[in-house]
């Protein structure tokens, strides 16, 4: 069974950098039908795609959000990773891992991480 | 626009049927997922991008589009339906995702 599990700081401070990882278990990141994505929530409000890697390195983001992140892949740790620079309040939320696939015309995320929440605050 | 639209909230009657939808220009081109997310849970994949059941999903739950609007619907609500409900698709043309707003589903 596909296990996707993130990490990385649960606090983080205005104006620096959010660093998150996913370690996924039970399955191949290298995998050629899926992508890697991050999907986030504020509190109390709705679902917001980050974006998309590929084992690859291929990388799809958000346009809202593409300046300030970086999504990476480290296939020899069955792992990916986000970093999102020059955090503010609005950038608290509990954030999620989740294996897309990669064959279909309609984004399918269908494994998602447990969560993590993340806020930004001095 | 690759913005997607849903009702905030909809109530069912135990047992009865409930129809979900989501608008937006890209659903023209493009079906939409849908996931399902409980209070304090990560999302759940209900429905795929061809209105199927992912494995393990009731058979109560159904998917269908037409024109600009895809809908999910629970055919005989039961009271572990209660959830908000997201649905997802193309942004457009390129290879970017969109979320709904999602609807909260009351089961009375």
């Known amino acids: 069974q596909l296990q996707l599990q993130e990490s990385g700081p649960g606090l983080v401070k205005p104006s620096e950098t959010l660093s998150l990882t996913c370690t996924v278990s039970?399955?191949?990141?290298?995998?050629?039908?899926?992508?890697w994505g991050w999907i986030r929530q504020p509190p109390g409000k709705g679902l917001e795609w980050i974006g998309n890697?590929?084992?690859?390195?291929?990388?799809y983001y958000n346009p809202s959000l593409k300046s300030r992140v970086t999504i990476s892949v480290d296939t020899s740790k069955n792992q990916f990773s986000l970093k999102l620079s020059s955090v503010t309040a609005a950038d608290t939320a509990v954030y999620y891992c989740?294996?897309?696939?990669?064959?279909?015309?309609?984004?399918?995320?269908?494994?998602w991480g447990q969560g993590t929440l993340v806020a930004v605050s001095s | 626009s690759s913005e997607l639209t849903q009702d905030p909230a909809v109530s069912v009657a135990l047992g009865q049927t409930v129809r979900i939808t989501c608008q937006g220009d890209s659903l023209r081109r493009y079906y939409a997922s849908w996931y399902q997310q409980k209070a304090g849970q990560a999302p759940v994949f209900v429905i795929d991008g061809k209105n199927n059941r992912p494995s393990g999903i009731p058979d109560r739950f159904s998917g269908s589009s037409s024109g600009n609007t895809a809908s999910l619907t629970i055919t005989g609500a039961q009271a572990e339906d209660e959830a908000d409900y997201y649905c997802?698709?193309?942004?457009?043309?390129?290879?970017?995702?969109?979320f709904g707003g999602g609807t909260k589903l009351t089961v009375l």
């Open positions: 039970g399955g191949s990141i290298s995998s050629s039908s899926h992508y």
């Open positions: 890697i590929y084992y690859s390195g291929t990388t």
């Open positions: 997802s698709s193309r942004a457009s043309s390129d290879n970017h995702v969109v």
């Open positions: 989740a294996r897309r696939i990669a064959t279909t015309a309609v984004p399918e995320f269908d494994y």
